[in-house]
Protein backbone atom coordinates (compact mmCIF):
# COMPACT_ATOMS: atom_id res chain seq x y z
CA UNK A 1 0.00 0.00 0.00
CA UNK A 2 1.16 3.59 -0.84
CA UNK A 3 0.27 6.45 1.34
CA UNK A 4 -0.50 9.85 0.20
CA UNK A 5 -0.79 12.38 2.40
CA UNK A 6 -3.82 15.05 2.20
CA UNK A 7 -3.80 18.75 3.69
CA UNK A 8 -6.97 21.39 3.31
CA UNK A 9 -10.05 18.09 3.73
CA UNK A 10 -12.50 19.69 6.48
CA UNK A 11 -14.96 16.56 6.25
CA UNK A 12 -15.93 13.60 4.95
CA UNK A 13 -17.23 14.71 2.12
CA UNK A 14 -14.01 16.51 1.84
CA UNK A 15 -12.43 12.73 1.43
CA UNK A 16 -15.35 11.16 -0.51
CA UNK A 17 -14.38 13.71 -3.26
CA UNK A 18 -10.54 12.86 -3.18
CA UNK A 19 -11.92 8.89 -3.40
CA UNK A 20 -13.59 9.36 -6.46
CA UNK A 21 -10.74 11.33 -7.92
CA UNK A 22 -7.88 9.40 -7.19
CA UNK A 23 -9.87 5.85 -8.47
CA UNK A 24 -9.81 7.91 -11.84
CA UNK A 25 -6.31 7.57 -12.09
CA UNK A 26 -4.43 4.99 -14.14
CA UNK A 27 -2.78 2.37 -11.97
CA UNK A 28 -4.93 3.25 -9.24
CA UNK A 29 -6.95 -0.26 -8.17
CA UNK A 30 -7.94 0.87 -4.80
CA UNK A 31 -8.34 4.08 -2.65
CA UNK A 32 -9.16 4.19 1.55
CA UNK A 33 -9.61 8.31 2.42
CA UNK A 34 -9.44 9.55 6.06
CA UNK A 35 -10.55 12.98 6.43
CA UNK A 36 -9.30 12.24 10.39
CA UNK A 37 -6.18 11.19 9.40
CA UNK A 38 -5.30 13.63 6.32
CA UNK A 39 -4.32 10.46 4.12
CA UNK A 40 -5.27 7.88 1.53
CA UNK A 41 -4.07 4.46 1.59
CA UNK A 42 -3.48 3.53 -2.33
CA UNK A 43 -3.24 0.15 -3.93
CA UNK A 44 -1.30 0.42 -6.87
CA UNK A 45 -0.44 -0.67 -10.11
CA UNK A 46 3.61 -0.76 -10.77
CA UNK A 47 5.06 2.04 -13.00
CA UNK A 48 1.88 4.51 -11.48
CA UNK A 49 2.92 8.06 -11.72
CA UNK A 50 3.33 9.81 -8.66
CA UNK A 51 2.88 13.37 -10.39
CA UNK A 52 -0.72 11.85 -11.58
CA UNK A 53 -1.87 11.37 -7.89
CA UNK A 54 -0.88 14.39 -6.32
CA UNK A 55 -2.18 16.06 -9.22
CA UNK A 56 -5.54 14.26 -8.95
CA UNK A 57 -5.81 15.90 -5.19
CA UNK A 58 -4.71 19.21 -6.32
CA UNK A 59 -6.92 20.05 -9.12
CA UNK A 60 -9.73 19.54 -6.14
CA UNK A 61 -8.15 22.06 -4.13
CA UNK A 62 -6.37 20.45 -1.88
CA UNK A 63 -2.56 19.31 -1.05
CA UNK A 64 -1.01 16.61 -1.53
CA UNK A 65 2.58 14.87 -1.13
CA UNK A 66 3.44 10.55 -0.62
CA UNK A 67 4.44 10.02 3.08
CA UNK A 68 8.02 8.09 1.55
CA UNK A 69 8.44 10.78 -0.49
CA UNK A 70 12.49 10.52 -0.58
CA UNK A 71 13.66 13.62 1.58
CA UNK A 72 16.83 14.61 -0.67
CA UNK A 73 14.99 14.43 -4.24
CA UNK A 74 14.80 17.96 -5.75
CA UNK A 75 12.51 17.68 -8.61
CA UNK A 76 10.67 20.41 -10.10
CA UNK A 77 7.31 21.94 -12.35
CA UNK A 78 4.10 22.75 -11.54
CA UNK A 79 3.31 20.19 -8.65
CA UNK A 80 6.89 19.82 -7.52
CA UNK A 81 6.18 16.25 -8.28
CA UNK A 82 6.84 14.29 -4.58
CA UNK A 83 9.74 16.34 -2.45
CA UNK A 84 7.05 17.81 -0.61
CA UNK A 85 3.36 19.61 -0.50
CA UNK A 86 2.51 20.38 -4.05
CA UNK A 87 1.26 24.54 -4.50
CA UNK A 88 3.38 27.49 -5.32
CA UNK A 89 3.83 28.95 -1.91
CA UNK A 90 6.79 30.61 -0.78
CA UNK A 91 9.69 28.89 0.39
CA UNK A 92 11.97 29.59 3.79
CA UNK A 93 15.02 30.99 3.78
CA UNK A 94 16.91 28.13 2.71
CA UNK A 95 14.96 26.81 -0.32
CA UNK A 96 14.35 23.57 0.93
CA UNK A 97 11.41 23.54 3.18
CA UNK A 98 8.16 24.83 3.25
CA UNK A 99 7.34 27.93 4.68
CA UNK A 100 7.09 28.06 8.16
CA UNK A 101 3.97 30.15 9.77
CA UNK A 102 3.33 30.78 13.43
CA UNK A 103 -0.13 31.89 13.48
CA UNK A 104 -1.06 33.15 17.87
CA UNK A 105 -4.50 32.30 18.57
CA UNK A 106 -7.10 29.43 17.52
CA UNK A 107 -10.30 31.40 16.74
CA UNK A 108 -11.84 32.53 13.70
CA UNK A 109 -8.73 34.58 11.96
CA UNK A 110 -6.52 32.03 13.30
CA UNK A 111 -8.43 28.97 11.90
CA UNK A 112 -9.11 30.66 8.51
CA UNK A 113 -5.55 31.70 8.38
CA UNK A 114 -3.77 28.36 9.10
CA UNK A 115 -6.14 26.24 6.55
CA UNK A 116 -5.57 28.83 4.27
CA UNK A 117 -1.32 28.67 4.86
CA UNK A 118 -1.45 25.23 4.89
CA UNK A 119 -3.55 24.81 1.29
CA UNK A 120 -0.87 27.45 -0.07
CA UNK A 121 1.97 24.72 0.69
CA UNK A 122 3.01 26.30 3.90
CA UNK A 123 3.48 24.18 7.26
CA UNK A 124 1.65 25.42 10.34
CA UNK A 125 2.37 25.78 14.70
CA UNK A 126 -0.55 27.36 15.90
CA UNK A 127 -0.24 28.25 19.38
CA UNK A 128 -3.31 28.99 21.79
CA UNK A 129 -3.21 29.76 25.48
CA UNK A 130 -6.66 28.88 26.29
CA UNK A 131 -9.62 26.73 25.18
CA UNK A 132 -9.36 26.54 21.02
CA UNK A 133 -12.00 28.00 19.53
CA UNK A 134 -11.17 31.39 20.38
CA UNK A 135 -14.31 33.66 21.62
CA UNK A 136 -16.87 33.34 18.47
CA UNK A 137 -17.88 29.71 19.58
CA UNK A 138 -16.80 29.37 22.82
CA UNK A 139 -17.96 32.71 24.73
CA UNK A 140 -19.26 34.95 22.41
CA UNK A 141 -21.13 34.55 18.96
CA UNK A 142 -22.90 31.18 19.23
CA UNK A 143 -23.99 30.59 23.23
CA UNK A 144 -25.33 34.55 23.31
CA UNK A 145 -27.63 33.56 19.88
CA UNK A 146 -28.55 30.14 21.90
CA UNK A 147 -29.59 32.35 25.06
CA UNK A 148 -30.89 35.41 22.95
CA UNK A 149 -32.92 32.38 20.90
CA UNK A 150 -34.01 30.96 24.16
CA UNK A 151 -35.50 34.08 25.73
CA UNK A 152 -36.90 34.96 22.35
CA UNK A 153 -39.61 31.54 22.88
CA UNK A 154 -40.07 32.49 26.31
CA UNK A 155 -41.16 36.14 25.60
CA UNK A 156 -43.78 34.15 22.61
CA UNK A 157 -45.10 31.90 24.74
CA UNK A 158 -45.59 34.52 27.32
CA UNK A 159 -47.33 37.28 24.97
CA UNK A 160 -47.72 37.45 21.21
CA UNK A 161 -49.85 39.25 18.69
CA UNK A 162 -52.18 36.23 18.45
CA UNK A 163 -53.21 35.84 22.22
CA UNK A 164 -56.32 36.54 21.46
CA UNK A 165 -56.72 33.34 19.36
CA UNK A 166 -53.75 30.93 21.30
CA UNK A 167 -53.72 31.52 24.74
CA UNK A 168 -50.58 32.50 26.34
CA UNK A 169 -49.20 30.87 29.53
CA UNK A 170 -46.10 32.16 31.77
CA UNK A 171 -43.38 29.52 30.62
CA UNK A 172 -41.16 28.07 33.67
CA UNK A 173 -37.69 28.66 32.86
CA UNK A 174 -35.15 25.84 33.90
CA UNK A 175 -32.03 28.05 33.39
CA UNK A 176 -29.39 24.98 33.99
CA UNK A 177 -31.06 22.78 31.50
CA UNK A 178 -30.74 25.87 29.11
CA UNK A 179 -27.74 26.27 29.98
CA UNK A 180 -26.63 22.51 29.44
CA UNK A 181 -28.35 22.55 26.02
CA UNK A 182 -26.13 25.60 25.37
CA UNK A 183 -23.32 24.29 26.26
CA UNK A 184 -23.19 21.25 24.59
CA UNK A 185 -24.17 22.72 21.43
CA UNK A 186 -20.79 24.92 21.90
CA UNK A 187 -18.79 21.82 22.59
CA UNK A 188 -19.93 20.18 19.61
CA UNK A 189 -19.78 23.15 17.05
CA UNK A 190 -16.13 23.62 18.69
CA UNK A 191 -14.97 20.00 18.08
CA UNK A 192 -16.55 20.01 14.78
CA UNK A 193 -15.39 23.57 13.20
CA UNK A 194 -11.88 23.77 15.16
CA UNK A 195 -10.30 20.56 17.46
CA UNK A 196 -11.21 17.75 14.68
CA UNK A 197 -10.33 19.91 11.87
CA UNK A 198 -6.75 20.95 13.59
CA UNK A 199 -6.39 17.40 15.08
CA UNK A 200 -7.23 15.53 11.02
CA UNK A 201 -4.57 17.96 9.47
CA UNK A 202 -0.86 16.85 9.70
CA UNK A 203 0.44 19.98 8.02
CA UNK A 204 -0.82 21.83 11.12
CA UNK A 205 0.97 21.52 14.76
CA UNK A 206 -1.08 22.64 17.75
CA UNK A 207 0.82 24.05 21.07
CA UNK A 208 -1.10 24.93 24.05
CA UNK A 209 0.93 27.77 26.02
CA UNK A 210 1.13 31.27 25.90
CA UNK A 211 3.49 32.86 23.29
CA UNK A 212 5.12 36.17 23.43
CA UNK A 213 8.05 37.29 20.95
CA UNK A 214 11.51 36.84 21.62
CA UNK A 215 12.55 38.97 18.56
CA UNK A 216 11.08 39.38 14.60
CA UNK A 217 11.75 35.87 14.07
CA UNK A 218 11.10 33.80 17.23
CA UNK A 219 8.50 33.09 20.08
CA UNK A 220 9.08 31.57 23.19
CA UNK A 221 5.63 29.31 24.22
CA UNK A 222 5.43 28.82 27.67
CA UNK A 223 3.93 25.33 27.40
CA UNK A 224 0.27 24.96 29.89
CA UNK A 225 1.93 21.87 30.70
CA UNK A 226 5.21 22.95 31.76
CA UNK A 227 8.46 24.01 30.42
CA UNK A 228 9.29 26.60 27.17
CA UNK A 229 9.52 26.32 23.31
CA UNK A 230 11.48 28.65 20.83
CA UNK A 231 9.20 28.49 17.50
CA UNK A 232 11.27 29.77 14.82
CA UNK A 233 9.12 31.19 11.81
CA UNK A 234 9.41 32.85 8.29
CA UNK A 235 5.91 34.74 8.94
CA UNK A 236 3.68 34.93 11.71
CA UNK A 237 -0.05 35.62 11.90
CA UNK A 238 -1.05 37.91 15.29
CA UNK A 239 -4.22 36.72 16.04
CA UNK A 240 -5.01 36.79 19.79
CA UNK A 241 -8.67 38.73 20.01
CA UNK A 242 -10.39 40.72 22.16
CA UNK A 243 -11.55 40.38 26.13
CA UNK A 244 -13.85 42.43 28.01
CA UNK A 245 -12.87 46.07 29.38
CA UNK A 246 -13.89 47.09 32.31
CA UNK A 247 -14.43 50.83 33.40
CA UNK A 248 -12.91 52.71 35.61
CA UNK A 249 -15.70 53.57 37.91
CA UNK A 250 -14.87 53.58 41.73
CA UNK A 251 -15.50 49.78 43.73
CA UNK A 252 -16.09 47.98 40.64
CA UNK A 253 -13.01 46.26 40.11
CA UNK A 254 -13.58 45.26 44.09
CA UNK A 255 -16.96 43.81 43.41
CA UNK A 256 -18.15 40.17 41.71
CA UNK A 257 -19.13 41.92 38.44
CA UNK A 258 -20.59 40.09 35.48
CA UNK A 259 -18.69 40.44 31.84
CA UNK A 260 -20.31 38.70 29.26
CA UNK A 261 -18.34 36.11 29.46
CA UNK A 262 -19.63 35.47 33.46
CA UNK A 263 -23.47 36.23 31.92
CA UNK A 264 -23.02 33.87 29.74
CA UNK A 265 -22.33 30.75 31.94
CA UNK A 266 -24.33 31.75 34.88
CA UNK A 267 -26.79 29.04 35.61
CA UNK A 268 -29.54 31.16 37.32
CA UNK A 269 -31.71 34.56 36.51
CA UNK A 270 -30.95 37.31 38.68
CA UNK A 271 -34.50 39.09 39.86
CA UNK A 272 -32.77 42.24 39.37
CA UNK A 273 -30.16 43.14 36.75
CA UNK A 274 -28.14 46.01 36.39
CA UNK A 275 -26.52 46.81 32.63
CA UNK A 276 -23.24 49.29 32.37
CA UNK A 277 -23.24 49.74 28.43
CA UNK A 278 -25.18 50.67 25.19
CA UNK A 279 -23.38 49.19 21.86
CA UNK A 280 -24.10 45.62 21.31
CA UNK A 281 -23.41 43.54 24.00
CA UNK A 282 -25.53 45.34 26.46
CA UNK A 283 -28.47 45.54 24.69
CA UNK A 284 -28.69 41.78 23.29
CA UNK A 285 -27.92 40.42 26.62
CA UNK A 286 -30.03 42.94 28.48
CA UNK A 287 -33.20 41.75 27.09
CA UNK A 288 -32.02 38.18 27.00
CA UNK A 289 -32.29 38.02 30.61
CA UNK A 290 -35.57 40.50 30.70
CA UNK A 291 -37.14 37.65 28.94
CA UNK A 292 -35.80 35.16 30.94
CA UNK A 293 -37.62 36.83 34.02
CA UNK A 294 -35.03 39.05 35.19
CA UNK A 295 -35.73 42.97 35.97
CA UNK A 296 -33.34 44.72 33.76
CA UNK A 297 -31.94 48.35 33.96
CA UNK A 298 -29.60 49.49 31.72
CA UNK A 299 -27.28 52.82 31.97
CA UNK A 300 -26.52 54.12 28.86
CA UNK A 301 -23.15 56.64 29.27
CA UNK A 302 -25.32 58.58 26.03
CA UNK A 303 -28.06 56.87 24.10
CA UNK A 304 -28.60 53.28 22.73
CA UNK A 305 -26.45 51.83 20.00
CA UNK A 306 -25.20 55.97 19.80
CA UNK A 307 -22.67 55.42 17.17
CA UNK A 308 -25.66 54.16 14.71
CA UNK A 309 -28.25 56.39 12.86
CA UNK A 310 -30.10 57.87 15.69
CA UNK A 311 -33.47 56.71 14.47
CA UNK A 312 -31.80 52.75 15.87
CA UNK A 313 -31.62 53.89 19.11
CA UNK A 314 -35.14 55.40 19.35
CA UNK A 315 -36.41 52.58 17.91
CA UNK A 316 -34.41 49.68 20.30
CA UNK A 317 -35.12 51.92 23.07
CA UNK A 318 -39.00 52.23 22.54
CA UNK A 319 -39.55 48.39 22.21
CA UNK A 320 -37.30 48.04 25.16
CA UNK A 321 -39.34 50.07 27.04
CA UNK A 322 -42.82 48.42 25.98
CA UNK A 323 -40.92 45.30 27.35
CA UNK A 324 -40.66 46.79 30.69
CA UNK A 325 -37.08 47.33 30.14
CA UNK A 326 -35.69 50.69 32.18
CA UNK A 327 -33.40 52.51 29.82
CA UNK A 328 -31.86 55.56 31.47
CA UNK A 329 -30.50 57.34 29.01
CA UNK A 330 -26.86 59.72 29.69
CA UNK A 331 -26.71 57.92 32.97
CA UNK A 332 -23.23 56.34 34.57
CA UNK A 333 -22.41 54.81 38.04
CA UNK A 334 -19.90 56.75 39.73
CA UNK A 335 -19.30 54.23 42.29
CA UNK A 336 -20.26 50.42 41.96
CA UNK A 337 -20.31 48.70 46.35
CA UNK A 338 -21.46 45.06 46.97
CA UNK A 339 -22.98 44.93 50.35
CA UNK A 340 -24.96 42.11 52.00
CA UNK A 341 -24.80 40.44 48.60
CA UNK A 342 -26.41 43.09 46.78
CA UNK A 343 -25.29 45.56 44.14
CA UNK A 344 -25.07 49.34 44.80
CA UNK A 345 -24.71 52.06 41.92
CA UNK A 346 -24.51 55.32 42.60
CA UNK A 347 -25.65 57.65 39.96
CA UNK A 348 -26.62 61.01 39.18
CA UNK A 349 -30.27 59.65 38.98
CA UNK A 350 -29.73 58.22 42.70
CA UNK A 351 -29.35 55.08 43.74
CA UNK A 352 -29.94 51.78 41.97
CA UNK A 353 -29.78 48.50 43.92
CA UNK A 354 -29.72 45.15 42.24
CA UNK A 355 -28.95 41.20 42.36
CA UNK A 356 -26.35 41.09 39.55
CA UNK A 357 -24.15 43.79 37.72
CA UNK A 358 -22.95 43.25 33.96
CA UNK A 359 -20.93 45.46 32.72
CA UNK A 360 -20.30 45.52 28.87
CA UNK A 361 -18.56 48.55 27.82
CA UNK A 362 -16.61 47.38 24.80
CA UNK A 363 -13.49 45.08 24.28
CA UNK A 364 -10.20 45.32 24.40
CA UNK A 365 -7.61 43.53 22.16
CA UNK A 366 -5.21 41.12 23.86
CA UNK A 367 -1.90 42.16 22.75
CA UNK A 368 -0.34 43.09 26.33
CA UNK A 369 1.01 39.79 26.95
CA UNK A 370 2.83 39.46 24.01
CA UNK A 371 6.29 41.56 24.00
CA UNK A 372 5.38 43.31 20.64
CA UNK A 373 7.77 45.95 20.90
CA UNK A 374 10.66 43.01 20.51
CA UNK A 375 9.40 41.81 17.19
CA UNK A 376 9.03 46.46 16.35
CA UNK A 377 5.06 45.78 15.67
CA UNK A 378 3.32 48.66 16.65
CA UNK A 379 0.16 49.50 18.34
CA UNK A 380 -2.32 52.17 18.53
CA UNK A 381 -3.01 53.85 21.66
CA UNK A 382 -6.09 51.38 22.63
CA UNK A 383 -3.57 48.99 22.28
CA UNK A 384 -4.37 47.35 19.08
CA UNK A 385 -2.29 45.98 16.17
CA UNK A 386 -1.86 48.63 13.20
CA UNK A 387 -2.22 46.41 10.08
CA UNK A 388 -2.93 48.08 6.47
CA UNK A 389 -5.24 46.35 3.82
CA UNK A 390 -3.42 43.64 3.59
CA UNK A 391 -3.08 42.49 7.44
CA UNK A 392 0.62 43.50 7.20
CA UNK A 393 1.87 44.99 10.17
CA UNK A 394 5.32 47.61 10.05
CA UNK A 395 7.45 44.28 10.13
CA UNK A 396 6.92 43.00 7.02
CA UNK A 397 6.81 39.34 7.70
CA UNK A 398 4.67 39.69 10.41
CA UNK A 399 0.99 39.98 10.28
CA UNK A 400 -1.97 40.13 12.44
CA UNK A 401 -5.83 40.22 11.44
CA UNK A 402 -9.02 40.22 14.10
CA UNK A 403 -10.03 41.63 17.37
CA UNK A 404 -6.46 42.00 18.32
CA UNK A 405 -6.06 45.02 15.45
CA UNK A 406 -7.41 48.31 14.18
CA UNK A 407 -10.06 46.10 12.54
CA UNK A 408 -13.98 45.94 13.16
CA UNK A 409 -14.51 43.81 16.03
CA UNK A 410 -16.82 40.86 13.74
CA UNK A 411 -16.12 37.68 13.22
CA UNK A 412 -16.74 37.15 9.48
CA UNK A 413 -14.12 40.25 9.24
CA UNK A 414 -11.45 38.32 11.31
CA UNK A 415 -12.12 35.27 9.21
CA UNK A 416 -11.61 36.81 6.09
CA UNK A 417 -8.74 39.12 7.01
CA UNK A 418 -7.11 35.61 8.21
CA UNK A 419 -7.72 34.07 4.98
CA UNK A 420 -6.27 37.17 3.36
CA UNK A 421 -3.26 37.41 5.40
CA UNK A 422 -2.44 33.95 4.51
CA UNK A 423 -2.36 34.59 1.17
CA UNK A 424 -0.26 37.55 1.14
CA UNK A 425 2.49 35.41 3.30
CA UNK A 426 2.28 32.75 0.81
CA UNK A 427 3.45 35.08 -1.71
CA UNK A 428 -0.01 36.34 -2.75
CA UNK A 429 -1.66 39.90 -2.90
CA UNK A 430 -5.08 40.12 -1.33
CA UNK A 431 -6.64 43.17 0.14
CA UNK A 432 -10.02 43.33 2.56
CA UNK A 433 -12.41 45.38 1.64
CA UNK A 434 -14.81 46.74 4.11
CA UNK A 435 -16.93 49.37 2.00
CA UNK A 436 -19.67 46.89 1.80
CA UNK A 437 -19.89 45.38 5.57
CA UNK A 438 -22.88 44.25 6.96
CA UNK A 439 -23.51 44.30 10.70
CA UNK A 440 -26.26 42.73 12.79
CA UNK A 441 -27.96 43.09 16.20
CA UNK A 442 -29.62 40.46 17.56
CA UNK A 443 -32.03 42.53 19.83
CA UNK A 444 -35.82 41.55 18.80
CA UNK A 445 -36.76 43.76 16.60
CA UNK A 446 -33.13 43.41 15.16
CA UNK A 447 -31.02 46.31 13.52
CA UNK A 448 -28.76 45.68 10.88
CA UNK A 449 -26.79 48.12 9.00
CA UNK A 450 -24.50 48.24 6.07
CA UNK A 451 -22.49 51.21 4.32
CA UNK A 452 -22.94 54.92 5.18
CA UNK A 453 -25.38 56.84 7.17
CA UNK A 454 -26.43 60.12 6.54
CA UNK A 455 -24.11 61.61 9.00
CA UNK A 456 -21.03 59.69 7.74
CA UNK A 457 -21.81 59.98 4.06
CA UNK A 458 -21.54 64.18 4.99
CA UNK A 459 -18.73 63.71 6.32
CA UNK A 460 -16.94 62.12 3.97
CA UNK A 461 -18.41 64.82 0.85
CA UNK A 462 -21.17 63.06 -0.57
CA UNK A 463 -24.42 64.46 -1.04
CA UNK A 464 -27.47 62.15 -0.19
CA UNK A 465 -30.78 61.98 -0.42
CA UNK A 466 -32.60 58.96 1.98
CA UNK A 467 -36.26 57.74 2.44
CA UNK A 468 -37.37 55.73 5.58
CA UNK A 469 -40.11 53.39 5.34
CA UNK A 470 -42.08 52.20 8.35
CA UNK A 471 -43.20 48.66 8.74
CA UNK A 472 -46.90 49.19 8.37
CA UNK A 473 -45.94 49.46 4.40
CA UNK A 474 -44.54 46.17 4.50
CA UNK A 475 -46.88 42.81 3.79
CA UNK A 476 -44.84 40.34 5.39
CA UNK A 477 -45.20 42.95 8.88
CA UNK A 478 -48.64 43.03 8.57
CA UNK A 479 -49.02 39.16 8.08
CA UNK A 480 -47.27 39.27 11.17
CA UNK A 481 -49.22 41.66 13.20
CA UNK A 482 -45.84 42.75 14.04
CA UNK A 483 -44.64 46.82 12.22
CA UNK A 484 -41.99 47.49 14.89
CA UNK A 485 -39.38 49.45 12.71
CA UNK A 486 -38.20 51.04 9.76
CA UNK A 487 -35.84 50.50 6.78
CA UNK A 488 -33.83 53.14 5.90
CA UNK A 489 -32.24 53.77 2.25
CA UNK A 490 -29.30 56.11 1.40
CA UNK A 491 -28.78 57.06 -2.01
CA UNK A 492 -25.95 59.47 -3.37
CA UNK A 493 -27.81 62.06 -5.04
CA UNK A 494 -27.16 62.76 -8.51
CA UNK A 495 -26.33 59.04 -9.61
CA UNK A 496 -28.94 57.31 -7.15
CA UNK A 497 -26.30 55.00 -6.18
CA UNK A 498 -27.01 53.02 -2.97
CA UNK A 499 -24.29 53.51 -0.64
CA UNK A 500 -26.02 52.67 3.02
CA UNK A 501 -29.23 50.87 4.40
CA UNK A 502 -30.18 50.80 8.27
CA UNK A 503 -33.33 48.66 9.53
CA UNK A 504 -34.75 47.85 12.34
CA UNK A 505 -37.12 45.06 11.79
CA UNK A 506 -37.64 41.16 12.75
CA UNK A 507 -35.18 39.55 11.31
CA UNK A 508 -33.25 42.12 10.13
CA UNK A 509 -30.16 40.34 9.50
CA UNK A 510 -31.65 38.75 6.92
CA UNK A 511 -32.06 40.95 4.68
CA UNK A 512 -29.42 42.99 4.76
CA UNK A 513 -27.07 40.94 3.06
CA UNK A 514 -29.54 41.98 -0.07
CA UNK A 515 -28.42 45.59 0.62
CA UNK A 516 -24.86 44.73 0.62
CA UNK A 517 -24.77 43.03 -2.78
CA UNK A 518 -26.95 46.03 -3.89
CA UNK A 519 -23.83 48.77 -3.00
CA UNK A 520 -21.33 46.04 -3.88
CA UNK A 521 -22.51 46.07 -7.14
CA UNK A 522 -23.35 49.73 -7.50
CA UNK A 523 -26.81 49.32 -7.73
CA UNK A 524 -29.18 52.46 -8.26
CA UNK A 525 -32.01 52.51 -5.98
CA UNK A 526 -34.43 52.34 -9.59
CA UNK A 527 -32.68 49.42 -10.72
CA UNK A 528 -33.39 47.38 -7.13
CA UNK A 529 -36.97 48.48 -7.12
CA UNK A 530 -37.21 46.65 -10.48
CA UNK A 531 -36.15 43.77 -9.24
CA UNK A 532 -38.29 40.65 -8.56
CA UNK A 533 -38.88 40.10 -5.04
CA UNK A 534 -40.82 36.98 -3.61
CA UNK A 535 -43.80 38.23 -1.89
CA UNK A 536 -44.43 38.63 1.80
CA UNK A 537 -40.87 38.15 2.90
CA UNK A 538 -39.46 40.74 5.12
CA UNK A 539 -36.44 41.72 2.09
CA UNK A 540 -39.53 42.63 0.11
CA UNK A 541 -39.20 45.71 2.41
CA UNK A 542 -36.00 46.27 0.92
CA UNK A 543 -37.58 46.23 -2.66
CA UNK A 544 -40.65 48.89 -1.47
CA UNK A 545 -38.14 51.08 0.38
CA UNK A 546 -36.34 51.67 -3.07
CA UNK A 547 -40.03 52.46 -4.45
CA UNK A 548 -40.84 55.11 -2.61
CA UNK A 549 -37.95 57.22 -3.90
CA UNK A 550 -40.17 57.43 -7.12
CA UNK A 551 -43.39 56.42 -5.73
CA UNK A 552 -46.23 56.52 -3.11
CA UNK A 553 -45.67 53.03 -1.66
CA UNK A 554 -49.39 53.36 0.38
CA UNK A 555 -51.02 53.55 -3.12
CA UNK A 556 -49.63 50.37 -4.83
CA UNK A 557 -51.48 46.88 -4.40
CA UNK A 558 -50.27 44.44 -2.43
CA UNK A 559 -47.53 43.05 -4.35
CA UNK A 560 -47.04 45.83 -7.57
CA UNK A 561 -44.05 45.62 -9.33
Not at 27 to 35: C, E, L
Not at 84 to 89: E, H
Not at 488 to 499: T, Y
Request: with cysteine.
Amino acid sequence: MTTLKIAGMTCDACATHVKEALEKVPGVRSAVVSYAEGAAQLALDPGTAPDALTTAVTELGYKAMLADAPPTENTSGRLDKVRGWTGAADKGSDGERPLQVAVIGSGGAAMAAALKAVEQGATVTLIERGTIGGTCVNTGCVPSKIMIRAAYIAHLRRESPFDDGIAASAPAINRSKLLAQQQARVDELRHAKYEGILDGNPAITVLHGDARFKDTRSLAVRLNEGGERVVVFDRCLVATGASPSVPPIAGLKDTPYWTSTEALVSDTIPARLVVIGSSVVAVELAQAFARLGSQVTILARNTLLFREDPAIGEAITAAFRMEGIKVLEHTQASQVAHVAGEFVLTTGHGEIRADKLLVATGRAPNTGSLALEAARVDVNAQGAIVIDQGMRTNTPHIYAAGDCTDQPQFVYVAAAAGTRAAINMTGGEAVLDLSAMPAVVFTDPQVATVGYSEAQAHHDGIETDSRTLTLDNVPRALANFDTRGFIKVVIEKGSGRFIGVHAVAPEAGELIQTAVLAIRNRMTVQELADQLFPYLTMVEGLKLAAQTFSKDVKQLSCCAG
